[in-house]
Structures are given as structure tokens and as C-alpha cells.
């Protein structure tokens, strides 16, 4: 059977929560145990890191450094110990949403992030967690939920409190959707765009026949 990691991106007010709840019990109801978690997060320290980044005023070096650190200790705790026991990892953002946000969105250099990925993702790290992949550490499946601009800031508009980059104008979520397609151009294996600008039905809908076309789900 093997370990799954599946990531789901898109910009604040996508729409994932609902889908990743519902991706879980599909998957469950097929006798698989999944992981649900979140980044930056999923470990007390993860979680920690996560209110100074959508918090604290901070460069984007900092940043990057927080959410890559905060990404070491969630795969070293959460994702590579489930992955070995043949579990599913559903994970609300992972590296995409730094070169996302962090590179497109923010303008910082996308080789930097690069390289702080190999650190953090790479096979050396990984090899020492016990995961005998080769290469670099990424999700099998990438949903991308892909929606535009202003229909998200909408959707957010009065919907809570919003944090640090909830608050950010729309050309920095076209930025962010731009950076997201680049990421999809260059690793296009593992990314599914789906249409997030449609009824939540339609939108599982695509969801599932995308994770069942992967041979994921029966
Ligand atoms: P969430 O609200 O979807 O849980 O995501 C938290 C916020 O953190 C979201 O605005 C995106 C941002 N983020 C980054 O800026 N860089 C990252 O690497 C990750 C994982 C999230």
C-alpha cells in the first residue's frame, strides 16, 4: 500500500477546510488511517512558530526561515513517522505555500527558498528520519485550489479577524496565484489545479475525481 502525502494550496478564502475534512473520510471509509494536519504547524513547536509568522511584522528571510523551521520539526515529528507506517498525510499547505508567499507574494528569491528546501526537504535530512526516498521530500498530490482574487477577498470579507497576510491587498493573492502557477509549470507531475470558483459540490466533485485518477481511491 505505501504512504501517501497529499498537500492542498491556494490562496487565503480558497475553500480547502471543507474538501480536506471530506478527503479524510473517503479515505477512512476505504480503511486507510490518515494524518490530518496543517502548515506552518502540526507540532506544538510548529504551532508556536505559526503565531509569530501570521503575527509578528517580520522581512521575509525571517520568515522563510521560521516556516522552513517550523516544516523540519513537522516532518520529523508528524509526516515522515506516518508516511513510514503506510498512512495518509493530508496536509493544509506545505513548501508550494513558501515560494507561494514567501517568494512570489513578498518578492523574495526563489533559489534561496530553493536551497533552504534542499536543507529541509532534501534526501540527506529525510534519510536520517528514516524515509528511504530519493530526492527531495513532496506531497505525491498537489491540489491546488485555484481561485481568483477578488472572488476570495469576498469570500473573506468579515468572515474573522484577519491575520497578517488574510489582511494583505488583492495584488498580493495575485502575486501569491502567480507564484502557484510557476510552481505548477515546474513540477506538473504532482499538481492538480482545481476550479475553486464553483459550488462546493462541483468542487468535491473535481477533487475526487482527480485523487481517483492518481489511483489514490478506489
Ligand atoms: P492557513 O490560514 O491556510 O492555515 O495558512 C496560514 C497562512 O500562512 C496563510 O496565509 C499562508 C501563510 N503561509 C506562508 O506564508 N508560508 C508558508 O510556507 C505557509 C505554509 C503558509
Given at each position: 500500500?505505501?504512504?501517501?502525502?497529499?498537500?492542498?494550496?491556494?490562496?487565503?478564502?480558497?475553500?480547502?477546510?471543507?474538501?480536506?475534512?471530506?478527503?479524510?473520510?473517503?479515505?477512512?471509509?476505504?480503511?486507510?488511517?490518515?494524518?490530518?494536519?496543517?502548515?506552518?504547524?502540526?507540532?506544538?513547536?510548529?504551532?508556536?512558530?505559526?503565531?509569530?509568522?501570521?503575527?509578528?511584522?517580520?522581512?521575509?528571510?525571517?520568515?522563510?526561515?521560521?516556516?522552513?523551521?517550523?516544516?523540519?520539526?513537522?516532518?520529523?515529528?508528524?509526516?515522515?513517522?506516518?508516511?513510514?507506517?503506510?498512512?495518509?498525510?493530508?496536509?493544509?499547505?506545505?513548501?508550494?505555500?513558501?515560494?507561494?508567499y514567501q517568494g512570489s507574494g513578498r518578492g523574495f528569491d526563489w533559489d534561496t527558498l530553493g536551497m533552504l528546501e534542499q536543507w529541509v526537504q532534501g534526501s540527506g535530512p529525510t534519510h536520517d528520519l528514516g524515509l528511504a526516498s530519493a530526492g527531495l521530500l513532496q506531497p505525491q498530490l498537489t491540489l491546488w485550489f485555484d481561485l481568483p482574487a477578488p472572488v476570495a477577498a469576498q469570500r473573506l470579507a468579515g468572515a474573522r479577524v484577519p491575520d497578517k497576510f488574510e489582511s494583505q491587498p488583492e495584488a498580493f493573492f495575485e502575486q501569491v496565484a502567480s507564484g502557484y502557477a510557476r510552481r505548477m509549470a515546474q513540477q506538473p507531475h504532482r499538481f492538480a489545479q482545481i476550479n475553486a470558483n464553483q459550488d462546493p459540490d462541483a468542487v468535491w466533485h473535481e477533487v475526487l475525481r482527480v485523487v481517483k485518477a492518481k489511483g489514490f481511491l478506489a
Open positions: 500500500m505505501g504512504g501517501l502525502f497529499i498537500s492542498f494550496e491556494g490562496i487565503d478564502g480558497a475553500g480547502k477546510s471543507t474538501h480536506i475534512t471530506a478527503l479524510a473520510q473517503a479515505f477512512e471509509a476505504q480503511g486507510r488511517v490518515v494524518v490530518r494536519t496543517r502548515e506552518p504547524g502540526g507540532t506544538p513547536l510548529a504551532e508556536t512558530l505559526r503565531k509569530l509568522v501570521l503575527n509578528e511584522a517580520m522581512d521575509a528571510l525571517t520568515e522563510s526561515l521560521l516556516v522552513f523551521a517550523a516544516r523540519r520539526d513537522h516532518i520529523a515529528l508528524v509526516i515522515a513517522p506516518a508516511l513510514a507506517r503506510d498512512q495518509v498525510v493530508l496536509c493544509d499547505r506545505f513548501s508550494d505555500a513558501t515560494f507561494a
